[in-house]
């Protein structure tokens, strides 16, 4: 393990939904396939979200579109929100709820039980939900009022930290585009300040397909990003939300947490006016918060293996990126030729706004992980504006392996909104765990639900997480259950000495079958019955760490007020 210097943070949590993606783990399974998640509206499509007829028929109107699936869906009677409610709320901020409340679980935190303070900082997009209400002359009556906490992106984070009992700053960001990386930014500073000991950084945006395609705008005429492409026109849009959840690296490590990545350096600034109008990127701006974000890591940027760019396919942007990024990689002593990785998670997914950085992010988090570059669609030939050959960079066509090199992998990730306001961010390889030796049984699996059905459902896909090629240590197992979820009033310990009896022991509660008492102890006994009893000496005190596990099962049921066409 490299020497750090207390100013790393780790990545310990993550949870998403994307275009053709309800997860983390699907979107990666996309990403490595090479998946194109733009969806083709069809004209009744179109009728079916409120479209008017004229934009339908109006041949720049661009269908395709990153779609999100159950996007007006919602368990509101989990989150304790009325219904009347929940369908009046900016259907951002219930993503954004969901997700963040997901990824607690995914960093095995129970803020409830948890001592350590989390903040909270996001962005969303305009809330096209209520405009496009406005301009349908259907608001609700009292949509002023309204406007004050379910409408207005300002209490995004507001909304999370009451609903979730989060006691950290919580803070919107609105930078545009840029918005959910600006946030992790902001997230990461916070930590390091000692503002909070744990943050939700992420953004959010839902949007409908009705962009149109202009000569030289933003809006590809098909809806596809060919980023770094001769054939780039601009990029589709799309809707979708992403969440991390952040520590200081030196604080995770000590208790025990999951690290996905470290986040090594960041920087964030703005164009100002050097540059050809309000909307325009500028290549000064650009340039400084690359340089800014490897000199606060300390790192060459020739370890780096893979920058995942902004990319907005546009011929201009472009070729304006990577000029700024070999500026910035060349003046730190990178002298190589088309050595780097470079991406554009929007080839994918077009550009989901708020939420296109922190999406960025997560692919980068992963590549890392796992050490593979995935490819970037829709690209068959170089912009020349780009000038690739005389950078250190290339598109990946295909999926591929990291590049050679020596040290933890690492990837640049950048995002930069509209106006000016500029975001990089350097991701590197989590440090390897030390070696533990085989833990000895039994393990005690503490598992509860609000409902019987839920309780059983939970057994169930744990059950299949345990039933996986690569499944997690059963120590780790039990300690995360013990630690890292809020006790519901239905529960079952299972016992288990090792991987086949613990998922059939979970298979015979999901089954509503009677679980063995064999082996649990008796304070657990008592919890199981419905005692208020502390779980933790079921967590090895030797090393235990927390793993990922499947989630309290939700149930959405649509919560959305329609539009007449």
């Known amino acids: 393990m490299r020497d750090y210097t207390g100013d790393e943070i780790a990545v310990v949590g993550m949870a998403g939904r994307f275009p ?52 007006g869906d919602f368990d509101a009677d989990f989150f304790g929100v009325p219904g009347d409610e929940a369908a009046a709320m900016d259907p951002q901020q219930r993503l954004f709820l969901e997700q963040s409340w997901v990824a607690l679980q995914d960093a095995g935190v129970d803020p409830v039980r948890d001592r350590r303070t989390v903040g909270v900082f996001a962005g969303a997009s305009a809330n096209r939900y209520f405009l496009h209400r406005l301009a349908a002359g259907e608001p609700p009556a009292d949509w002023e009022a309204r406007l004050a906490t379910g409408w207005s992106p300002d209490y995004l984070p507001a909304q999370v930290a009451y609903r979730l009992g989060l006691t950290g700053p919580a803070i919107a960001v609105q930078t545009a585009c840029s918005s959910s990386l600006v946030a992790v930014c902001t997230a990461a500073q916070s930590l390091l300040d000692f503002r909070c000991d744990l943050a939700l950084a992420g953004g959010v945006s839902v949007t409908e397909p009705r962009f149109r395609h202009t000569d030289g705008g933003l809006v590809s005429p098909d809806g596809r990003c060919r980023a770094f492409d001769a054939a780039g026109q601009g990029s589709g849009f799309g809707s979708g939300v992403g969440v991390v959840v952040l520590a200081r690296l030196a604080d995770a490590l000590e208790h025990g947490d999951q690290v996905y990545a470290v986040l090594c350096g960041w920087a964030v600034n703005n164009d100002g006016g050097a540059r050809a109008g309000f909307a325009a990127p500028g290549r000064a701006g650009q340039t400084g918060v690359v340089t800014e974000a490897l000199a606060g890591a300390g790192i060459d940027p020739a370890t780096i293996g893979m920058v995942e760019a902004h990319g907005s396919g546009t011929r201009v942007g472009d070729a304006l990126e990577v000029a700024a990024l070999t500026r910035a990689f060349r003046a730190a002593g990178d002298t190589r030729a088309e050595a780097c990785g470079l991406g554009s998670v929007k080839t994918n997914l077009g550009n989901l ?48 392996g990291w590049p050679a090199g020596t040290g933890p992998r690492r990837a640049g990730v950048s995002s930069f909104g509209l106006g000016g306001t500029n975001a990089h961010v350097i991701v590197e390889q989590a440090p390897p765990e030390a070696p533990r030796p085989p833990a000895a049984g039994p393990f005690p699996l503490a598992v509860s639900a609000r409902t019987p059905e839920a309780l059983r459902e939970l057994a169930a896909r744990i059950a299949d997480r345990l039933d996986e090629p690569d499944p997690p240590r059963l120590d780790d197992v039990a300690r995360t259950l013990a630690t890292g979820r809020a006790a519901g009033p239905h529960r079952a310990v299972v016992a288990c000495g090792d991987h086949a009896t613990a998922v059939a022991g979970l298979r015979r509660l999901a089954a509503g079958e009677p679980v063995p008492a064999d082996g649990v102890p008796a304070f657990a006994a008592e919890w199981a019955a419905g005692a208020d009893v502390d779980l933790s000496p079921l967590a090895d005190p030797a090393g235990t760490r927390v793993v990922s596990l499947p989630h309290h099962p939700l149930h959405p049921v649509r919560h959305w007020l329609e539009v007449r066409s």
């Open 20 to 71: 053709g993606a309800q997860d983390v783990p699907e979107l990666w399974r996309a990403l490595l396939d090479g998946t194109d998640a733009m969806h083709d509206h069809t004209d009744e499509e179109l009728r079916e979200l409120g479209l008017h007829e004229e934009l339908i028929a109006d041949p720049a109107l661009v269908r395709g579109h990153g779609r999100l699936a159950g996007v």
């Open 353 to 400: 706004d708020a939420a296109a950085g922190i999406t960025g992010l997560v692919k980068a988090v992963l590549a890392v992980r796992d050490g593979v570059l995935p490819a970037s669609l829709h690209h068959q030939e170089p912009a020349a504006e780009a000038n690739l050959p005389a950078s250190p960079f290339f598109v990946p066509v295909k999926t591929v």
